[in-house]
């Protein structure tokens, strides 16, 4: 059973709840259920609308709706006695069937509901078309017009062209394998996929375990506080802040509620995103009449951010414009199935067998598969989600034969080696690889825990650690 599929049953459970439980509703709560119903119903109307090929109307009407569905869960939010989960619920199941109803009109998420076969024989879990980049409306306004190409964009498109264009194309080859998970997100709430796209290449390059200094994670970066306020953080041992259709999901959340509070202005959300809401929301209000690049505004800003928004927007003209400046995004086949592992394996060695052109498998399947680290051993049976090309590489090269004793072979040679201290005794050494956490390595090599292996090596919270890095194994098995 899917997540969504849950979340829908869930709504069943907690957007009608019996009368019994009805009469346990504070008197202030039930205005704020009633509109919640009110708005479900809306965009149910609104997606009617479309399937009669209403489109522009039925659109508009889920979006309004959608709105309205974020303004109540504020609203409960500051209520006591409030369940925001319901509007958690709500808002996933309309996601579903919004995605559900225009995955026919050659917008929007497609899930195949007959795939009845084996998992790796031949069945899409998930495809989209090319990228849509004609569809570029930011609250009813016309990207295009938003942007502004001042001398700020310009100078940082002019980067993107240059010695950043490398990032910026892998951020696009990332991004196309990710887009049938993240971009439904974003169309169902009504914001351009651009932004979702300058803010992706910007923040992660489209990695979905990249982590910042400062202790941001995911394809999106989000703060812990910020990610727990948006519905992310640690699930069953798992920090969903990694998962790109979450994160994805909390970024609307997060630029919904910007946009309602600061205007529309979209250079202040994408300031806000970087530098903090309360910082944006006062430079909003002390701007007066100002806009957001009246050096009065824009130099108040700390110099990462007023790096960071003229970053975003470049890159998002650069998604709807990439003829104009002779950037040729290449073609990215992210039509998506899964696979059943007929035998343990790691991603790192699934990674080997598989082989493959120019980079390979390894970031597509990370980033498709974030739950698992990558070193680890996956069971027997477990279904991966993986680019359509690989279930026929797989039974060829990974279930048996040479290239399945070697990718074998390689990982079990992966050691840490033995150096020599000042004091003469051994201390054992590891290479941290991509993917590595100081709790997977704790737990691989026996030591004492995370938080006394950053102690050892004198790490501070949120003891972040790059591939390449070499760590000292003190207290280790």
Known sequence: MSLRLIAALALLTLALPPAADARRVPKRVEPIYEALEAASESYRAGLAQVRAGETATGREAMRQASAALMDGARSCQATRGCEVERFI?????????????????????????????????????????????SVALLNGRDLREVIELNEPVRAAMAEWLTWMRPQLITSWENYQQMRFLMWPEYEQAGLPEALLFGILAKESNGRVHAVSRAGAAGPMQFMPATGARFGLGWRDGFDTRYDPQLAARASVLYFNERFAELGDELEFAVAAYNGGEGRALRLKRAAGEKSFWHPDVYGQLPPETRDYVPYVLAAAWLFL?????????????????????????????????????????????????PRYEPHVPIAAGTELRVPVAVPPEYQRHCVDGPRAQLAASLMAASKPTAVATATGGPTRTYRVKAGDTLSSISRRHRCDGATALARANGLRAPYVIRAGQTLRLVGCG
């Open 89 to 133: 619920a709500a808002y996933d199941a309309l996601l579903q069937q919004g995605a559900s109803a225009l995955s026919g009109d050659g917008e929007g998420f497609a899930e195949t509901p007959e795939r009845t076969g084996a998992a790796g024989e031949g069945g899409v879990l998930a495809t989209m078309p090319a990228a849509g980049r």
């Open 321 to 369: 414009h990439p003829e104009e400046y002779g950037l040729q995004f290449p073609a990215v086949d992210g039509a998506a199935t899964v696979l059943k592992l007929a035998a343990p394996a790691s991603i790192y060695q699934l990674s080997i067998c598989l082989g493959g052109p120019r980079e390979g498998y390894f970031r597509t399947l990370r980033n498709l598969n």
